[in-house]
């Protein structure tokens, strides 16, 4: 028999004394910041992993364990996000690796429908780059707070005030620094600590495999051994305002951190503060707005769905995110969308590929369901008896678009098969057109690499050769059913259905649309913005 949807006060109050534990947040930068390395660096300082991988894998190391696709292990890049969890000084921790490739910028808009918080990292060279403004914008669309980490500082870099500037000046967020960093990035002899004005040194282990030794000097010792670097960085630190929680959670102050994820240095003090400072589960709004509470009966939102991470088993994982209740292996479940039961009898934990069957969840905690076929990105999941629909995620503007056909047509079966589960688990937006047919579907993405794992994975998975051909549009619109025959009489113009019915127009460029938009004022052209409610 299924539990029963009606908790009793000893479980509620276990339930939120479950949540208070948990700290689900997600790392986000623009490529190359070192988001997969600082994953790592985290995962090796809780103990859970005894030796860091590398990016590259070189020197006969191995791959970091957020990294886990052959084309992410080939290029060095994340091109799809990764969920890790475990214990650290009593807490649980759900860190959740997203892609900085600007062309998986949906994956990542998805993860951050899912934690409480958001490292955000940034190279000590390069300061606030593009891609990262473009997920801070996302962060305070959704509310989501943010804890600055610089990272690289073992390099040459920018001016520490000057970072901080660059964070007021153009994103109008407040830096508080926890700790500073003694010594010019290039030059970094440890950091001052902020509370007690002790510095903490590091032995860097070769390689970074191992983590840094600390040795913590008084701050009488750190003037006698680093005199001026020592003054400067307390003269600097000074002008700075200090820790205001308040606006932290608030979205308009950042707790701002340094060091070096690939030597392990300033890791162990990011950890800390994450556990202190990070905000805990709390209660979410339904598509109505209204709050579920984390001692509610059980809710989760799917926010991720993936295949082929088990190449043995073609099995197919539901990434949920725990919003409220206990989740029990095993129980029977509503699935929102349809209102019919869903099994929760195979259900895991990860650390990168790497599964654990997971019994009991709380809220924060993020669980794999195997073989969840019924389920796409964006679905509620809810105990019997204690309905809830959570906000569907939308989607980003795509600005590529092709068609993909397979030239064997004995494969034509598992062509429709593949691009139907890509279209499921959001690798690629899937239309289809009445010019071209189901044999040809459009696939519609943020940047072109997005069509690249896409035929990797029908390759791989299904054993289907695909071929694409560029279509010439470069924006898309929302229209209505009204809107249809005038806008397929435009020369240039094509209009297509997305699979959740939404009809796309789609253009070559701002001056066709334009120019469509004078001579028929009345038609319905939407624009696609990611994050709009």
Same mark, same amino acid.
């Given at each position: 028999?299924?539990?029963?949807?009606?908790?009793?006060?000893?479980?509620?109050?276990?339930?939120?004394?479950?949540?208070?534990?948990?700290?689900?947040?997600?790392?986000?930068?623009?490529?190359?910041?070192?988001?997969?390395?600082?994953?790592?660096?985290?995962?090796?300082?809780?103990?859970?992993?005894?030796?860091?991988?590398?990016?590259?894998?070189?020197?006969?190391?191995?791959?970091?364990?957020?990294?886990?696709?052959?084309?992410?292990?080939?290029?060095?890049?994340?091109?799809?996000?990764?969920?890790?969890?475990?214990?650290?000084?009593?807490?649980?921790?759900?860190?959740?690796?997203?892609?900085?490739?600007?062309?998986?910028?949906?994956?990542?808009?998805?993860?951050?429908?899912?934690?409480?918080?958001?490292?955000?990292?940034?190279?000590?060279?390069?300061?606030?780059?593009?891609?990262?403004?473009?997920?801070?914008?996302?962060?305070?669309?959704?509310?989501?707070?943010?804890?600055?980490?610089?990272?690289?500082?073992?390099?040459?870099?920018?001016?520490?005030?000057?970072?901080?500037?660059?964070?007021?000046?153009?994103?109008?967020?407040?830096?508080?620094?926890?700790?500073?960093?003694?010594?010019?990035?290039?030059?970094?002899?440890?950091?001052?600590?902020?509370?007690?004005?002790?510095?903490?040194?590091?032995?860097?282990?070769?390689?970074?495999?191992?983590?840094?030794?600390?040795?913590?000097?008084?701050?009488?010792?750190?003037?006698?051994?680093?005199?001026?670097?020592?003054?400067?960085?307390?003269?600097?630190?000074?002008?700075?305002?200090?820790?205001?929680?308040?606006?932290?959670?608030?979205?308009?102050?950042?707790?701002?951190?340094?060091?070096?994820?690939?030597?392990?240095?300033?890791?162990?003090?990011?950890?800390? +503060?994450? !556990? $202190?400072?990070? =905000?805990? /589960? #709390?209660?979410? &709004?339904?598509?109505?707005?209204?709050? *579920?509470?984390? %001692?509610?009966?059980?809710?989760?939102?799917?926010?991720?769905?993936?295949?082929?991470?088990?190449?043995?088993?073609?099995?197919?994982?539901?990434?949920?995110?725990?919003?409220?209740?206990?989740?029990?292996?095993?129980?029977?479940?509503?699935?929102?969308?349809?209102?019919?039961?869903?099994?929760?009898?195979?259900?895991?934990?990860?650390?990168?590929?790497?599964?654990?069957?997971?019994?009991?969840?709380?809220?924060?905690?993020?669980?794999?369901?195997?073989?969840?076929?019924?389920?796409?990105?964006?679905?509620?999941?809810?105990?019997?008896? +204690?309905? !809830? $629909?959570?906000? =569907?995620? /939308? #989607?980003?503007? &795509?600005?590529?678009?092709?068609?993909? *056909?397979?030239? %064997?047509?004995?494969?034509?079966?598992?062509?429709?098969?593949?691009?139907?589960?890509?279209?499921?688990?959001?690798?690629?937006?899937?239309?289809?057109?009445?010019?071209?047919?189901?044999?040809?579907?459009?696939?519609?993405?943020?940047?072109?690499?997005?069509?690249?794992?896409?035929?990797?994975?029908?390759?791989?998975?299904?054993?289907?050769?695909?071929?694409?051909?560029?279509?010439?549009?470069?924006?898309?619109?929302?229209?209505?059913?009204?809107?249809?025959?005038?806008?397929?009489?435009?020369?240039?113009?094509?209009?297509?259905?997305?699979?959740?019915? $939404?009809?796309?127009?789609?253009?070559?460029?701002?001056?066709?649309?334009?120019?469509?938009? *004078?001579?028929?004022?009345?038609?319905?052209?939407?624009?696609?913005?990611?994050?709009?409610?």
């Amino acid at each position: 028999m299924p539990p029963s949807s009606a908790a009793s006060p000893a479980a509620v109050s276990g339930v939120a004394a479950e949540a208070a534990r948990r700290r689900t947040f997600a790392v986000i930068s623009h490529p190359d910041a070192g988001k997969s390395t600082l994953t790592e660096a985290l995962a090796l300082h809780a103990r859970v992993i005894g030796e860091a991988g590398a990016v590259h894998g070189k020197s006969g190391r191995r791959t970091v364990i957020s990294d886990w696709m052959e084309m992410e292990q080939a290029r060095g890049i994340s091109v799809t996000s990764a969920a890790l969890q475990f214990e650290y000084q009593g807490h649980v921790i759900n860190l959740l690796d997203t892609p900085g490739h600007a062309d998986f910028s949906e994956d990542t808009y998805r993860v951050l429908a899912a934690v409480d918080c958001a490292v955000m990292l940034l190279d000590a060279a390069k300061g606030l780059e593009p891609q990262t403004l473009k997920l801070f914008d996302v962060c305070r669309h959704r509310g989501v707070p943010v804890v600055t980490f610089v990272n690289k500082w073992d390099r040459p870099g920018m001016h520490v005030l000057d970072l901080v500037d660059e964070l007021d000046q153009r994103i109008g967020l407040t830096a508080t620094p926890l700790n500073w960093p003694v010594g010019e990035a290039g030059t970094f002899h440890g950091l001052l600590d902020r509370d007690d004005e002790t510095m903490t040194t590091f032995e860097r282990a070769p390689g970074g495999a191992r983590i840094a030794e600390e040795h913590v000097l008084t701050a009488a010792e750190a003037k006698e051994r680093y005199a001026d670097a020592w003054g400067t960085a307390l003269d600097e630190v000074s002008l700075l305002d200090t820790l205001d929680t308040e606006t932290f959670l608030t979205g308009t102050s950042t707790p701002m951190l340094f060091g070096a994820a690939v030597v392990n240095v300033g890791v162990r003090q990011l950890l800390d +503060a994450l !556990v $202190a400072l990070a =905000p805990p /589960p #709390s209660a979410r &709004p339904d598509a109505e707005g209204a709050p *579920r509470l984390v %001692d509610a009966p059980f809710s989760g939102l799917v926010f991720k769905v993936q295949a082929g991470m088990d190449k043995a088993h073609r099995d197919r994982l539901a990434f949920v995110r725990v919003c409220s209740g206990r989740f029990e292996r095993g129980a029977v479940v509503t699935h929102a969308a349809t209102g019919r039961p869903f099994a929760t009898k195979y259900a895991r934990t990860m650390l990168g590929r790497e599964r654990e069957t997971i019994d009991i969840a709380y809220p924060g905690d993020i669980v794999g369901l195997v073989n969840a076929n019924a389920l796409t990105v964006g679905d509620t999941l809810h105990a019997e008896g +204690a309905p !809830v $629909a959570f906000p =569907p995620m /939308p #989607s980003f503007a &795509p600005e590529h678009f092709v068609t993909a *056909r397979t030239a %064997d047509t004995s494969k034509a079966k598992q062509f429709r098969r593949g691009i139907e589960q890509l279209a499921e688990e959001g690798v690629v937006q899937i239309l289809t057109s009445n010019r071209r047919g189901d044999g040809a579907p459009i696939l519609a993405a943020v940047g072109p690499l997005q069509f690249e794992v896409a035929t990797t994975r029908l390759g791989q998975e299904f054993g289907v050769p695909v071929a694409l051909d560029s279509l010439p549009y470069g924006l898309a619109r929302r229209t209505d059913a009204d809107g249809v025959p005038v806008l397929n009489a435009e020369a240039g113009v094509e209009v297509a259905e997305r699979r959740d019915g $939404a009809l796309l127009a789609l253009f070559p460029d701002k001056w066709r649309l334009a120019s469509v938009q *004078r001579r028929h004022p009345d038609i319905v052209l939407e624009p696609l913005v990611a994050g709009a409610d």
